[in-house]
Structure formats: C-alpha cells, structure tokens
C-alpha cells in the first residue's frame, strides 16, 4: 500500500512565499513521475507542475517563473516553492505520484490535499 502525505500550506500574504512537501511511503520499486494539482473553488482541477523520473520538469504557464519544484531521492519527496503568490493560487493542492508498484505496473495515487490560501 503506498501513501502520499502532503504539508506546507497555510494562509499568506500576496507576495510571499510557502513551500510545500510531498512524502511517498509504501511498498514501490521506483516513482516513475510526480506532480503537483490544484482545485480552487468551483473549477476544476488543473495540473500546476510535474516532474519525470528523469528529472525533467514543466509548469502550467500561470506559475512559470514562480514556482519550482525540487526533489530529494533518499526521502521520497517532492518540495513546491511557490514565490510571489497570488490571490488566483489559492486552492487546495494536491500531490499525485505515479509508482511502479510491480514488474507489469504502476499506480497513480493522491494525497489527501493541502490549502493553499493567498490574501490580497
């Protein structure tokens, strides 16, 4: 059974700045992909960023030059900083990992979702 534990998110400023973190634990053989979503009120969700097991990364346009993501191997987690947040990133982010779970396949699983709340 593999779980992803999220943390990070709270309540900022327009202008600053959190960082989120996403921990995998479990039974895998390898993180082939992870990712950032989110899901503001109302709409729906949308991918914010991803990285590749190879470590290639891409962002949705709205938080290029904002937000990076970085990872450490050893730990299973995958960091979001997100800088000179806005109002509009308010939501709640999600983390999604996809795991090689046997030798034939793999496994998309989700965190439970952290809130993001951004005040003007």
């Known amino acids: 059974q593999v779980q992803l534990v999220e943390s990070g998110g709270g309540l900022v400023r327009a202008g600053g700045s959190l960082r989120l973190s996403c921990t995998v634990s479990g039974s895998f053989f390898r993180i082939n992909s992870m990712a950032w979503h989110r899901q503001a009120p109302g709409k729906q969700r949308e991918l914010v960023a991803a990285?590749?097991?190879?470590?290639?990364?891409n962002y949705v346009d709205s938080v290029k030059g904002r937000f990076a993501l970085s990872r450490d191997g050893a730990k299973n987690t995958l960091y979001l900083q997100m800088n000179s947040l806005k109002p509009e990133d308010t939501a709640v982010y999600y983390c999604n990992a996809v795991l090689q779970t046997t030798v034939w396949g793999t496994t998309s699983s989700w965190g439970q979702g952290t809130q993001v709340t951004v005040s003007s």
């Open positions: 990285i590749t097991g190879g470590g290639g990364t």
